[in-house]
């Protein structure tokens, strides 16, 4: 069964940091391009970034609204992405998915989602 | 950035009916263009890839069509589980970009 699992997730000062996970199974995971989507309460889905594979030089990019604040990387050793998120800010309270990228399909699997509240 | 508008933001049906769910690009998205179903407390899940590609495992009441800036998602014999929320997605170009979601009530 192809999974992906948040965690990390929690509540964190404005201007503090967190680390989120995204650990997979069932796939190949180094094989595969890991994206971040986030939804705050209530509201609509926002793409926020993503981490190519080895062989895509882990290339990252980022929307706007995260640029210089959040960083992607990956541990492929460990099945696992991550999301860093510095200098966080009110607007960054949402539930936070990753999902992996296959080349046909697109976003095709979700993880169930952590939940970042920033507040102080 | 690409806009993906969504129309209607918010639909009534009943089971058996047959509803449509647009989406528009602000620009060509080619057909780098995916439909998402999301429930409440639960994350999204793909319905359809590539404008009018069936995702495995999901019923064929669902189709999907449109290609450029104009989609449609189309959902037949409406059932209980159908009622949720759902998204466009465009890949054509970075950042990705989600229309604002549709919620189809009973």
């Known amino acids: 069964e192809v999974k992906l699992v948040e965690s990390g997730g929690g509540l964190v000062h404005p201007g503090g940091s967190l680390n989120l996970s995204c650990e997979a199974s069932g796939f190949s995971f180094s094989g595969s391009a890991i994206h971040w989507v986030r939804q705050s309460a209530g509201k609509g889905l926002e793409w926020i970034g993503h981490?190519?594979?080895?062989?895509?030089?882990?290339?990252?990019v980022y929307s706007e609204s995260v640029k210089d604040r959040f960083t992607i990387s990956r541990d492929d050793s460990k099945n696992t992405a991550y999301l860093l998120m510095n200098n966080v800010k009110a607007d960054d309270s949402a539930i936070y998915y990753c999902?992996?990228?296959?080349?046909?399909?697109?976003?095709?699997?979700w993880g169930q989602g952590t939940t970042v509240a920033v507040s102080s | 950035d690409i806009q993906m508008t969504q129309s209607p933001s918010s639909l009534s049906a009943s089971v058996g009916d047959t509803v449509t769910i647009s989406c528009r690009a602000s620009?060509?998205?080619?057909?780098?263009l995916n439909w998402y179903q999301q429930k409440p407390g639960r994350a999204p899940t793909l319905l359809i890839y590539?404008?009018?590609n069936l995702y495995s495992g999901v019923s064929p009441r669902f189709s999907g069509s449109g290609s450029g800036t104009e989609f449609t998602l189309t959902i037949n014999d409406l059932q209980p589980d159908d009622f949720a929320t759902y998204y466009c997605?465009?890949?054509?170009?970075?950042?990705?970009?989600f229309g604002q979601g549709t919620r189809l009530e009973i």
């Open positions: 981490i190519r594979s080895k062989t895509n030089s882990y290339a990252t």
């Open positions: 997605l465009q890949s054509y170009r970075t950042p990705r970009t």
């Open positions: 590539i404008v009018s």
């Open positions: 620009q060509t998205v080619s057909n780098f």
């Open positions: 999902s992996r990228h296959i080349s046909v399909a697109g976003l095709d699997v």
